[in-house]
């Protein structure tokens, strides 16, 4: 045996002998003076004060039948304990993992191509640094592949080059693409990317070759 004392599986057998020995050495079938029920829940369960529980103590290593509830109370008490512990570790579980799936899936949802008008002849322009206009912003969304743009009355058919920034002045996308006049109206088409794009405001830039910028305020969705 081990100089230095019991070792912990050691000291349980010893413990779990010396209750089952308080189990039938004290049998008081009259239950005299015994406490109740109520007390040994709350003794089993910890939740009776100590200077409360000492004064039955004595009863408890004397009293087989006491001894007996108490133990299946405390039995009980640590059931619930245990259940109550791996509900509240399941309940996290589950959660983390709800979370991971809609973290994935909005990962992995595929950005379908969708093309967007944008109509530009009504619309106020702020030329090269001038402020943007205050109107309300025009509206992509994040998912745009391909923009119809209907430039300004008057616009003259050629090359265009076009540009989405932050307010900051950060390129977010660039491209390029060629007007037409039809029926009345100059029309460009560009192809864009906007997947790195978030949900904020951004400008707008246009610029026909050999000319300044015009900047509107541009909001993706």
């Not at 057998?13 to 406490?35: H, I, Q, T, V, Y």
């Not at 191509?113 to 205050?134: G, I, K, M």
């Not at 743009?149 to 932050?166: A, H, K, N, Q, V």
């Not at 246009?206 to 909001?219: C, E, F, N, V």
Request: aromatic share 6%.
């Amino acid at each position: 045996m081990d100089a230095k004392g019991y070792s912990a599986r050691k000291e349980q057998r010893l413990l779990d002998a010396l209750g089952r020995g308080l189990l039938k050495e004290f049998p008081n079938p009259e239950r005299s003076g015994c406490p109740g029920a109520d007390v040994l829940k709350r003794i089993a369960s910890r939740t009776m004060p100590l200077n409360e529980a000492e004064k039955w103590l004595d009863h408890l290593g004397s009293c087989s039948p006491c001894y007996g509830d108490f133990s299946e109370f405390r039995r009980v008490h640590e059931l619930r304990q245990k259940r109550a512990l791996f509900a509240i570790a399941a309940s996290i579980l589950l959660a983390a993992g709800i979370a991971g799936w809609v973290l994935l899936q909005r990962h992995n949802e595929p950005l379908v191509a969708q093309t967007v008008v944008l109509d530009l002849r009504n619309r106020s322009v702020a030329r090269d640094t001038e402020p943007l206009p205050t109107e309300p912003a025009l509206e992509i969304p994040r998912n745009a592949s391909h923009l119809d743009i209907y430039l300004p009355l008057g616009s003259s058919d050629g090359p265009y080059e076009l540009r989405i920034s932050t307010r900051k002045g950060t390129t977010l996308f660039s491209g390029k693409g060629v007007a037409k006049v039809e029926q009345g109206a100059t029309h460009l088409q560009v192809e864009v990317d906007l997947s790195s794009a978030g949900h904020d405001l951004y400008v707008l830039q246009l610029q026909k070759t050999g000319s300044g910028w015009a900047s509107y305020p541009l909001r993706i969705k």
